[in-house]
């Protein structure tokens, strides 16, 4: 299952000895307490406690173990804080260097794959957008799942789908009644062939 080494750098940071003690030592300074609600574990609840940096983790990389600008929060309050704030840039981000292997042409990026950015660019076949397709998904056609909820939606209806059949009027054998059936339908049943009803079929074999 190796991949050659494609664990993100942030990641690679988060393993190593120094992020831990950093981590261990905030939570110890600010004894174990959400520092925005004060709610802490005991008294029967299990509170799950992270570390949040004051000034950005991607922005500011002299600062990343400075234990003066981590702060002790609850999973909730920690979430409120990222709340409509922008994803910050990393100043620090390693680019790897990599081959295309559909048009041979170098490019950089930080997690590449087999194919760059220009030769993964596909039109959508609903608003007619241009999009990169996602890792994995090779015969994707539309750039949203919205796009391809109304496309469906448009050209998928009743005669305009492949596998449509439409409906035929048969005579039941026994009443002569109309009886609507679909076409080549496959009915595995006689009776289901032939007459309405299971009663209409008894009373023709009766006759």
């Known amino acids: 299952m190796w991949k050659g080494g494609i664990s993100p750098q942030r990641a690679i940071e988060y393993a190593t000895q120094e992020y831990k003690n950093f981590v261990n030592t905030v939570l110890i300074k600010d004894n174990y307490t959400?520092?925005?609600?004060?709610?802490?574990?005991?008294?029967?609840?299990?509170i799950k406690l992270e570390v949040h940096h004051i000034k950005?983790?991607?922005?500011?990389?002299?600062?990343?173990?400075?234990?003066f600008n981590g702060i002790t929060l609850c999973r909730k309050c920690h979430i409120e804080t990222k709340k409509e704030k922008p994803r910050p840039n990393r100043i620090d981000k390693k680019l790897i260097t990599k081959i295309c292997q559909r048009c041979g042409n170098k490019f950089q990026k930080r997690n590449p794959r087999k194919y760059c950015d220009e030769c993964?660019?596909?039109v959508c076949e609903y608003c007619k957008k241009e999009f990169i397709l996602k890792y994995g998904k090779k015969h994707q056609r539309f750039?949203?799942?919205?796009?391809?909820?109304?496309?469906?939606?448009?050209?998928?209806?009743?005669?305009?789908h492949p596998s449509w059949k439409g409906y035929e009027i048969k005579k039941c054998l026994s009443c002569d009644k109309d009886v609507q059936?679909?076409?080549?339908?496959?009915?595995?049943?006689?009776?289901?062939?032939?007459?309405?009803s299971l009663r209409c079929a008894y009373d023709y074999r009766k006759k």
């Open 34 to 46: 959400c520092q925005e609600c004060g709610i802490k574990n005991g008294l029967g609840q299990k």
């Open 143 to 160: 750039c949203s799942r919205e796009c391809q909820a109304k496309w469906y939606s448009e050209n998928w209806k009743k005669e305009k």
């Open 56 to 67: 950005s983790y991607a922005e500011n990389p002299e600062l990343r173990f400075d234990i």
């Open 181 to 196: 059936r679909r076409d080549r339908e496959i009915l595995t049943n006689y009776n289901k062939r032939k007459f309405c």
């Open 120 to 122: 993964k660019k596909r």
